[in-house]
């Protein structure tokens, strides 16, 4: 996180966002530890509120300790669960993983669950469909699947996390694609 100012053994001691004149939170060295050591953790990357408290229990805080920290950094704004929930869609979307994926990436990483229909909202309807095409069209070359190919690329492509629905949909937009090209060729 860009905004962190780390002090005394990288421990930080204030946080600043861009754009603003002061920072965001300034405080002492009597910060207590459990609060530290979650300024740490979301300084190296984005975390849920769930999983910033399982971390700090794992590191040895008490659950009312860890509870207290996740609390303070939603309050100060540097745990956002809405945001990175938006962010993991967004995401794994653009990497072409279908919906089931994308769900497994929000529990793996913790998100609430009253928060993954919002966040998954942000997927247009022919998203998924689109991106098994663009993944079949790269596996095939331009040639017409046959039966294994289809196995083969439908398993690869359920692993990715896409549906029967949107793999047929998919082989159909192909195949549909190569009859195009070849009437312009």
Same mark, same amino acid.
């Given at each position: 996180?860009?905004?962190?100012?780390?002090?005394?053994?990288?421990?930080?001691?204030?946080?600043?966002?861009?754009?603003?004149?002061?920072?965001?939170?300034?405080?002492?060295?009597?910060?207590?530890?459990?609060?530290?050591?979650?300024?740490?953790?979301?300084?190296?990357?984005?975390?849920?509120?769930?999983?910033?408290?399982?971390?700090?229990?794992?590191?040895?805080?008490?659950?009312?300790?860890?509870?207290?920290?996740?609390?303070?950094? @939603?309050?100060?704004?540097?745990? =956002?669960?809405?945001?990175? &929930? !938006?962010? #993991?869609?967004?995401?794994?979307? $653009?990497?072409?993983?279908?919906?089931?994926?994308?769900?497994?990436?929000?529990?793996?990483?913790?998100?609430?669950?009253?928060?993954?229909?919002? @966040?998954?909202?942000?997927?247009? =309807?022919?998203?998924?469909? &689109? !991106?098994? #095409?663009?993944?079949?069209?790269? $596996?095939?070359?331009?040639?017409?699947?046959?039966?294994?190919?289809?196995?083969?690329?439908?398993?690869?492509?359920?692993?990715?996390?896409?549906?029967?629905?949107?793999?047929?949909?998919?082989?159909?937009?192909? &195949?549909?694609?190569?009859?195009?090209?070849?009437?312009?060729?």
């Amino acid at each position: 996180m860009d905004g962190v100012r780390r002090g005394f053994r990288g421990v930080a001691n204030s946080v600043e966002i861009e754009g603003l004149a002061e920072p965001l939170v300034e405080f002492e060295t009597e910060l207590p530890k459990h609060k530290k050591r979650a300024l740490n953790i979301v300084s190296a990357r984005p975390i849920t509120r769930n999983a910033m408290e399982k971390r700090l229990k794992e590191l040895g805080e008490s659950a009312e300790n860890a509870a207290e920290a996740a609390d303070w950094l @939603a309050d100060i704004g540097l745990i =956002d669960d809405a945001a990175y &929930a !938006a962010e #993991v869609v967004r995401v794994y979307t $653009k990497r072409g993983y279908g919906l089931q994926r994308v769900r497994d990436e929000l529990y793996k990483k913790m998100v609430p669950r009253e928060l993954w229909d919002e @966040a998954l909202s942000e997927i247009c =309807d022919g998203e998924p469909v &689109a !991106a098994a #095409v663009e993944f079949i069209a790269r $596996k095939m070359r331009g040639e017409l699947p046959d039966f294994d190919d289809r196995r083969r690329v439908g398993a690869a492509l359920v692993r990715r996390g896409h549906s029967w629905d949107d793999i047929n949909s998919a082989f159909a937009k192909y &195949a549909e694609n190569l009859e195009e090209d070849e009437e312009f060729h």
